[in-house]
């Protein structure tokens, strides 16, 4: 799958990563709300304002190829807490990664998240498949998956970019994403 063209812009320069010790991150929303994020060991992590004015978040891990992309944007009137609504956000904003993937369908599978709701779907690029990695073109990946994870007030759009979703790396995006990614209570002063 090729990287999708850059929906925002980070505030902040992607650099090459020093492997790094698992560690939380606080994105603040507003004031008083703020997100919890688990940066797993040997990702690297940036956060910044997005093209629209939003929040937006990056983890990577250059050694084993895996990107994870997230933006943010309110939810007030709870529209994503359904699931139906998740899946067609799912389908507007990533229909045209069907016809070039294994799957030629979106097959919507629920994140069950520890805090919220959320529903992801896989993509396989079926031109890359069978190759090895080092044929791989620069900047394009395996598999996709996206998602969209939401709770009281915000919804999360993400892209994970790996070419094994068995590996370590990716399986530790997919723990963030299920228990990490959420809203922090901030303490009341």
């Known amino acids: 799958m090729k990287r999708l063209p850059r929906i925002w812009?980070?505030?902040?320069?992607?650099?090459?990563?020093?492997?790094?010790?698992?560690?939380?991150?606080?994105?603040?929303?507003?004031?008083s709300r703020t997100i919890s994020i688990t940066v797993p060991d040997g990702f690297s992590y940036k956060a910044g304002v997005n093209s629209k004015g939003g929040l937006g978040?990056?983890?990577?891990?250059?050694k084993a190829r895996v990107s994870l992309q997230v933006s943010f944007d309110a939810d007030g009137e709870g529209e994503?807490?359904?699931?139906?609504?998740?899946?067609?956000?799912?389908f507007e904003e990533f229909k045209n990664y069907v016809e070039?993937?294994?799957?030629?369908?979106?097959?919507?599978?629920?994140?069950?998240?520890?805090?919220?709701?959320?529903?992801?779907?896989?993509?396989?690029?079926?031109?890359l498949l069978g190759k090895p990695v080092s044929e791989y073109p620069e900047g394009e990946y395996l598999h996709l998956t996206?998602?969209?994870?939401?709770?009281?007030?915000?919804?999360a759009t993400f892209t994970l970019f790996s070419n094994d979703l068995k590996s370590?790396?990716?399986?530790?995006?997919?723990?963030?994403l299920r228990e990490s990614l959420h809203e922090k209570p901030v303490p009341l002063l």
């Open 80 to 90: 994503f807490e359904d699931a139906r609504a998740r899946r067609e956000r799912l």
């Open 168 to 176: 370590p790396q990716h399986e530790a995006v997919m723990k963030v």
């Open 9 to 31: 812009l980070l505030v902040v320069s992607l650099a090459a990563a020093l492997p790094l010790p698992a560690r939380e991150e606080i994105l603040p929303l507003t004031e």
């Open 146 to 155: 996206i998602g969209v994870k939401s709770w009281p007030g915000v919804v």
């Open 100 to 127: 070039g993937s294994t799957q030629k369908g979106m097959q919507f599978v629920e994140l069950a998240p520890k805090v919220g709701k959320g529903t992801i779907c896989v993509f396989t690029d079926e031109k």
């Open 57 to 62: 978040a990056t983890l990577i891990d250059e």
